[in-house]
Nanobody, 115 residues
Framework: QLQLVESGGGLVQAGGSLRLSCAASGSIFSPNTMGWYRQAPGKQRELVALITRSGTTNYAESVQGRFTISRYNAKTSVHLQMNSLKAEDTGVYYC?????????WGQGTQVTVSS
C-alpha cells in the first residue's frame, strides 16, 4: 500500500511562487507515474502535471510555461514548482501516483492565490 504525503501549500499573491512536494512510501518500488491534480470549488478534479519514471512530463495547457514538475529521491518524491501564479490556480492540490495498476492519492493541500 502506497502512502503519499504532501507539503508546501499556502496563501500567495498573484504573480508569486510556491513549491509543492509529495513523498511516496510503503513500497520498495517507485511509482510508474506521479502527478499533481487540483480541484477548485464547484469544479471537477483536473490534471495539472504528470511525470513518468523515465522523466516524461505532461502539463495542463493552463500551466504550461509556469509550472515545472520534477522527481527526486530515487524517484519516490515529486516537486511542483509553481511560478507566476494566478487567481485561477486556487484550489486543493492532490498528489497522485500509479504503481502497477493501482492509483493512490494524498490528502490534498490548499493553494490560495489572492488577486
Amino acid at each position: 500500500q502506497l502512502q503519499l504525503v504532501e507539503s508546501g501549500g499556502g496563501l500567495v499573491q498573484a504573480g508569486g511562487s510556491l513549491r509543492l512536494s509529495c513523498a511516496a512510501s510503503g513500497s520498495i518500488f517507485s511509482p510508474n507515474t506521479m502527478g499533481w491534480y487540483r480541484q477548485a470549488p464547484g469544479k471537477q478534479r483536473e490534471l495539472v502535471a504528470l511525470i513518468t519514471r523515465s522523466g516524461t512530463t505532461n502539463y495542463a495547457e493552463s500551466v504550461q510555461g509556469r509550472f515545472t514538475i520534477s522527481r527526486y529521491n530515487a524517484k519516490t518524491s515529486v516537486h511542483l514548482q509553481m511560478n507566476s501564479l494566478k487567481a485561477e490556480d486556487t484550489g486543493v492540490y492532490y498528489c497522485g501516483a500509479r504503481l502497477f495498476e493501482n492509483d493512490y492519492w494524498g490528502q490534498g493541500t490548499q493553494v490560495t492565490v489572492s488577486s
